[in-house]
């Protein structure tokens, strides 16, 4: 954009320099006018994001670092055993076991919600915009009303064992409650909108002439979807898999609703460092874990986000 | 079947409804082998569906299409061997010059190294060598329609399909595309499809053009022939201008036909119409003349209205007595004559056409 401007810059001199002269005059000093009521409309939000964001996270940082005292307080020494205890296998399992079942969630979102957004895509606006709704409405219900009632059908005794012994597809209760499988189903029902919807506003966006353009240079329909629709989409998909995987791996109230202790993600244990062992310092270090991992997520979306921004639009 | 091989592409009575609505109606059309055959009308007239029935990506409600006599309506667009030449280019946006020229070939499967050696025999002819590896986005309109143009022409098509190509350029290099598009067309023997609605591209670029106006083909002929014999009033106003009479035939007496028409008598040789039925006359500014007497067989006259100067040559407006202003062109301006003057119209019989009034 500012190379654009440049050139044409450039290209106005040519012929009168007095208003190539003028505009950039012009330009500097709407620069400056437009200082102050940036200000007055970032401002609030720049304070806020400092009081509420920036100061507790250096908080949390700096606490990492110090050590926990016997009484479940903090004492100001400055250590590293916050981060060599993290490599102990009984935590490593944790944090490899909310990777995985994290990722698992991502992927059946994925695989779930992109087939449902290029559904809805492809429909006119009007209706598009009704079966959206039909998504979100469901949302609009409190999290741990669904995860619970989810509880209540997977108990041994609940509607699911009763209702396949009743028409004879299995003999005995179905023991799924507090495993890892109805935790993904519980991570899955608390995050497929957040997986629909950036689909839906790539798939949406992808122009119909390019799928007419491969089918007519003699492309299959499933070669002009792994050729043309996943690629011009891709940045729907990694903005799913972002908006999915981030809040799934520290998720902690599903796990506890469906896994019953049983299931310890990272999540669990970082409140159960501030809440019951009373260890701030290692809390804050896994939380740190948590951010950074977020952080490299970040960084691999915009990375994929450049390359694509002089590709689609 | 020789007839059939002649034709590569034929409609027969197509008809396409979008819901409720009738875009094209009872359409039939052959294309001749190696042919340049453009479908000219107004937008919305149903030119660019006729070429998407024919690419496959939209279906005729009823009809026959056939591409080189074989029936295509229930294969693909993938399955039929025509390929097209979008009007917004469509050039796919994460793939480079190179992989958007071969993709044609890729989805065959076919060697690498052929696909490079045929890719590169397309830049050539397109004029655009050494730019492989750009990405369409990085490139100029006239560039990518390049691109578009040798990525559709790969994979050597029978017909190649060309929606309003040009629609996006500036006049200048409008121009120019429109000469190295006949010369490809040419060079490489490939019938050309092409939809416009801009007459005098057609004018230039055709052997033939279908004329559609409302779903319906009015005319399919050489640019001559449907400049100076317009079968529709439709056709006569749409391909360049033209000053219409409508009338009823008195007589034919001999080869002279006589008519009447609102603002006065006049006659013509060339008219299919019959005595005693309603016509109109098309007669083209560059040949309708006017004098300040009257001249023997007319009874047209008018009022000067102004005289401006429209570039090339000088239009004189003459306003009819029903309030319709006949259109004089003439190269050199007429210092003879003053506004709110009288005047005669006359033309010589054989360069005005009856067109019979529609059923």
Redesign the interface.
Known sequence: MASALHVEGGFKMKHTKMSSEISTLERTRNRKRNLIPALTMAGPVTIWMMVFVLLPLIYVVFISFMQRNTFGGIDYHFTTANYTEILQPVYLKVIWKSIKLAFLTTAICILIGYPLAYYIARKPSKLAAKLLMLIMIPFWTNTLVRLYSINLIGQPNGFLSSFLMKIGMISKPLDILYSDGIVVVGLLISMLPFAILPLYASIEKL?K??L??????????A?TFL??TV??TLPGIVASVILVFIPSLGMYYVPEALGGGKVMLIGSLIRNQFLITKNWPFGASLSILLVLITLLMLWLYTRIAKL?E???? | MGEQAEHIVSLIDVDKYFGTNHVIRKFNLNVKQGEFLTLLGPSGCGKTTILRMIAGFEDSTKGMIKVQGERVEDKEAFERDVNTVFQSYALFPHMTVFDNIAYGLSVKRVPKNEIKARVKEMLELVQLSGFEGRRPDMMSGGQKQRVAIARALINKPKVLLLDEPLGALDLKLRKQMQIELKRLQKKLNITFVYVTHDQEEAMTMSDRIAVINGGVLEQLDTPDQIYKYPKTKFVADFIGESNLFDGTVLEHAGDVVKMTTEVGEAQLQICPVEMGKEGTICVRPEVMKYSKTPVEGFTLSGVIKNMIFVGSQYRTLIVMDNGYEAKVNRVKPDKEIKEGERVYLYWDLEDAIGISAPC
């Open positions: 122009d002439a390019y007419e353009a491969s089918s007519d240079l003699g492309a299959r329909p070669v050729r043309i690629p011009l694509d002089m590709e689609v639009v």
